[in-house]
C-alpha cells in the first residue's frame, strides 16, 4: 500500500501523559500536513511542512503541541501533558506542491 | 476567520433519490473541494473545482463551483447503500494554501 499512513490508529492515555503520533506521507510527497477532527466537525488545520520545514501552524496547536520532519520523509506529531480536550482523531496528509492532498486513516486520541 | 457553511447537516433518503448539498462562504476561495469520509477513516477526495462557473462529474457526482466564487454544491444521483458517509466541503484561496473544511453533511440512506 502505498497511500499515506499512520500509526498507531487508536491510542488511549491518561491524562497528563505524552503521545506520539507517526505519520509516513506518499513516497516523494514533499508536503505533509496536520489536522485534528473532533466528533461531528469537519477537520480543522493544525500545521504543514514542506520538505523538513514547517511553514505554518495554526493557534490550535497550542504550546503542548510539537510537530518535527526530520529529513523531510515522515513526521511525528508529539502531545505534552494531554488533556481531555485533546480527544480526538488527528488526521494526516501529504502533497506534492500545488496539487491536491492525500489523507492517512488517522490516529484517533482518548484521553482519560 | 474563514468558514464554511455546510447544508443540510444531515439527510435521510431513499435509495435511488438524488442527493445534493451545498456549500457557501462568506469570502471567496479560488479552489472548492469535496470529500467522502466513512467511519473510522480519513477523507477521500471526490472533485476538485478550480474555476468559477465550473462544473465537474464522478460518475454519479457532479459538482459546481459557484460564479460568485463563495459557493460550490455536490449533487448525487440515483443514490446506493455506500454512498453514506459524511460529506464534506472545502476551500483553499491559493493553490499553496492548507484547506479548510466545512463541518460536513451527513447521508443516511433509509433501508
Known amino acids: 500500500d502505498t497511500g499515506v499512513s499512520q500509526n498507531p490508529r487508536h491510542k488511549i492515555t491518561k491524562r497528563g501523559q505524552n503521545v506520539t503520533f507517526r505519520c509516513d506521507p506518499i513516497?516523494?510527497?514533499?508536503?505533509l500536513y496536520w489536522y485534528r477532527q473532533t466528533l461531528g466537525q469537519g477537520p480543522e488545520f493544525l500545521t504543514y511542512?514542506?520538505?523538513?520545514?514547517?511553514?505554518?501552524k495554526s493557534r490550535l496547536l497550542s504550546d503542548r503541541f510539537s510537530a518535527e520532519r526530520p529529513k523531510g520523509s515522515f513526521s511525528t506529531l508529539e502531545i505534552q501533558r494531554t488533556e481531555q480536550g485533546d480527544s480526538a482523531m488527528y488526521l494526516c496528509?501529504?502533497?506534492?506542491?500545488?496539487?491536491?492532498?492525500?489523507f492517512g486513516q488517522g490516529t484517533r486520541l482518548t484521553v482519560v | 476567520g474563514q468558514q464554511l457553511n455546510q447544508s443540510p447537516q444531515s439527510m435521510f433518503i431513499q435509495e435511488g433519490e438524488d442527493v445534493s448539498m451545498n456549500c457557501t462562504s462568506s469570502s471567496i476561495f479560488n479552489t472548492w473541494l469535496w470529500y467522502k469520509q466513512d467511519p473510522g477513516e480519513g477523507p477521500v477526495l471526490l472533485i476538485a473545482l478550480y474555476k468559477a462557473g465550473e462544473l465537474t462529474s464522478n460518475g454519479r457526482l457532479t459538482a459546481q463551483f459557484g460564479i460568485t466564487r463563495k459557493d460550490s454544491f455536490l449533487n448525487i444521483s440515483a443514490s446506493i447503500p455506500s454512498d453514506v458517509g459524511i460529506y464534506f466541503c472545502a476551500g483553499r484561496v491559493d493553490r499553496d494554501d492548507k484547506i479548510i473544511f466545512g463541518k460536513g453533511t451527513r447521508l443516511h440512506i433509509l433501508p
Open positions: 496528509a501529504s502533497s506534492l506542491v500545488r496539487t491536491e492532498a492525500f
Open positions: 511542512f514542506q520538505n523538513e520545514a514547517q511553514l505554518e
Open positions: 513516497s516523494e510527497h514533499n508536503r
